[in-house]
């Protein structure tokens, strides 16, 4: 897997963790990808450090794929148990957290400004979460088997610590375009488009 993955990466453009420096944009809330060049010099200055235009940080259990000096993609390895955990990063303050184990994709993570606001879930358990967030808490959105179940959550880094379910509805209902045709709205399947996406990435090896 690791072989796959470093590929079209010479020996030349992997970095240890070591020889790298995070620096927070304060501005932009991302983080800059600094190689240091002189390894017995630790203090961060321009003499010293240099941007990561397209190289791959490894560490112990975790890869960083760094493009143009910010975090393009994040691979950790679990290999206790045959699981892998990818982070995708996009231009937009969208990003993805991708887990897969030796069947394939199981769970994908959407989060947006760090905050979660949705879950697709594979295999026996398949259903989706969707977050909403208001002044006065957060509610879930659990498709699942036909149906909408809305829940009052509470969520503590991310992950649901309570939930009270206070309305039950069907997850296809009939609406009217434009144009007076009548269709079903769940037509076209999110949770099909974003395992189409990604499912090639627990692919790899």
């Given at each position: 897997?690791?072989?796959?993955?470093?590929?079209?990466?010479?020996?030349?453009?992997?970095?240890?963790?070591?020889?790298?420096?995070?620096?927070?944009?304060?501005?932009?809330?991302?983080?800059?990808?600094?190689?240091?060049?002189?390894?017995?010099?630790?203090?961060?200055?321009p003499d010293n450090y240099i941007l990561i235009d397209n190289k791959v940080?490894?560490?112990?259990?975790?890869?960083?794929?760094?493009?143009?000096?910010?975090?393009?993609?994040?691979?950790?390895?679990?290999?206790?148990?045959?699981?892998?955990?990818?982070?995708?990063?996009?231009?937009?303050?969208?990003?993805?957290?991708?887990?897969?184990?030796?069947?394939?994709?199981?769970?994908?993570?959407?989060?947006?400004?760090?905050?979660?606001?949705?879950?697709?879930?594979?295999?026996?358990?398949?259903?989706?979460?969707?977050?909403?967030?208001?002044?006065?808490?957060?509610?879930?959105?659990?498709?699942?088997?036909?149906?909408?179940?809305?829940?009052?959550?509470?969520?503590?880094?991310?992950?649901?610590?309570?939930?009270?379910?206070?309305?039950?509805?069907?997850?296809?209902?009939?609406a009217e375009d434009s144009d007076g045709a009548y269709f079903y709205t769940?037509?076209?399947?999110?949770?099909?488009?974003?395992?189409?996406?990604?499912?090639?990435?627990?692919?790899?090896?």
């Open positions: 897997m690791l072989l796959s993955v470093l590929v079209s990466f010479s020996q030349n453009d992997t970095l240890s963790s070591f020889d790298v420096k995070k620096v927070l944009n304060v501005d932009e809330q991302k983080y800059y990808y600094y190689e240091k060049l002189n390894s017995k010099e630790d203090t961060f200055n940080i490894k560490s112990k259990n975790k890869l960083e794929i760094i493009k143009n000096g910010f975090l393009e993609k994040e691979i950790i390895f679990t290999t206790a148990d045959s699981k892998k955990i990818i982070h995708i990063v996009e231009d937009t303050p969208i990003f993805y957290k991708i887990y897969c184990d030796e069947n394939g994709l199981k769970k994908v993570e959407v989060f947006k400004d760090t905050i979660l606001i949705k879950e697709f879930f594979y295999g026996l358990n398949h259903r989706v979460y969707s977050y909403s967030y208001t002044d006065f808490g957060y509610f879930l959105l659990d498709h699942f088997n036909g149906k909408i179940y809305k829940y009052k959550v509470v969520v503590t880094t991310s992950k649901i610590v309570k939930k009270e379910l206070v309305e039950t509805s069907d997850a296809s209902e009939i769940n037509t076209v399947s999110e949770s099909d488009v974003i395992f189409d996406r990604f499912t090639k990435e627990c692919s790899k090896e």
